[in-house]
């Protein structure tokens, strides 16, 4: 059973960076697309980005382009999501998750499986 475990969020003020983690367990990373998304308070869920296994990224959010990039270790089962210039509007439980294929879907509706996510608060 792949599990997922998210680190990272935390406190931080406008214009500034973070770096969440997502460690994965149960199954070899390799094998999977993986991405992010991310729910606010009182607001539907809104993808952010995938990766698929050989690298390609697929952008899910007008609003993160280029401020958040993606990457993965699968030697370490691990995928980041690296978020740069932050605003009070990206405050919100980050979740990331994995789809059945190694590559992307075309939307963040297709990642299958999810972790409980990690809280980023952008705040001054």
């Known amino acids: 059973q792949l599990q997922l475990v998210e680190s990272g969020g935390g406190l931080v003020q406008p214009g500034g960076s973070l770096r969440l983690s997502c460690a994965t367990s149960?199954?070899?990373?390799?094998?999977?697309?993986i991405g992010w998304f991310r729910q606010a308070p009182g607001k539907e869920r809104e993808g952010v980005l995938c990766?698929?296994?050989?690298?390609?990224?697929?952008n899910y959010g007008d609003s993160m382009k280029g401020r958040f990039t993606i990457s993965r270790d699968d030697a370490k089962n691990t995928a980041y999501l690296q978020m740069n210039s932050l605003k009070p509007e990206d405050t919100a439980v980050y979740h990331c998750?994995?789809?059945?294929?190694?590559?992307?879907?075309?939307?963040?509706?297709?990642?299958?499986?999810w972790g409980e996510g990690t809280t980023v608060t952008v705040s001054s």
């Open positions: 149960g199954s070899s990373l390799d094998i999977y697309a």
């Open positions: 990766i698929s296994s050989s690298g390609d990224t697929t």
């Open positions: 998750a994995v789809a059945p294929s190694r590559r992307c879907p075309r939307n963040y509706y297709g990642l299958s499986y």
